[in-house]
């Protein structure tokens, strides 16, 4: 029988077990956080309350834009740090794939020779 390419699981499963860095720990709480609905709620909250204290406009704009490059840079980390495990992941699979080819083609092969044994 065909054995199974490890190598790509091992990859895998390598990746998985990586200490995260601080950085990256802080990227993907905040990337979590940032899909949550209190982060909706407390932004929403937020800006009622600064426009009904009729707070400048100018100064809020200011902060919402530096909020937005910050959140985008740190999505981002958390993003291709997902997809690096993706395409690893992707990758395991094709090779499992492949090896489950490798076996379908063996065993058919098995059955058309005990086919034309029993003929």
């Known amino acids: 029988m065909i054995k199974q390419p490890r190598e790509y699981h091992q990859r895998l499963e390598q990746f998985r077990r990586t ?10 709480l905040v990337a979590r956080w940032c899909g949550s609905w209190s982060f909706l709620i407390i932004h929403l909250i937020g800006f009622i309350l600064w426009l009904s ?3 400048n406009f100018n100064f809020l704009t200011l902060i919402v834009s530096f909020e937005a490059i910050l959140l985008m840079n740190v999505l981002l980390m958390a ?19 492949k090896h489950a080819a490798k076996g379908i083609d063996e065993i058919k092969k098995n059955v058309q020779d005990i086919q034309s044994k029993l003929k």
Request: charged fraction near 45%; proline fraction near 0%.
């Open 19 to 28: 200490r995260l860095k601080t950085t990256e720990k802080t990227a993907d």
């Open 53 to 55: 204290f009729n707070l």
């Open 79 to 97: 993003q291709n740090r997902q997809a690096k495990k993706d395409d690893l992941r992707d990758e395991a699979d094709y090779q499992a794939d």
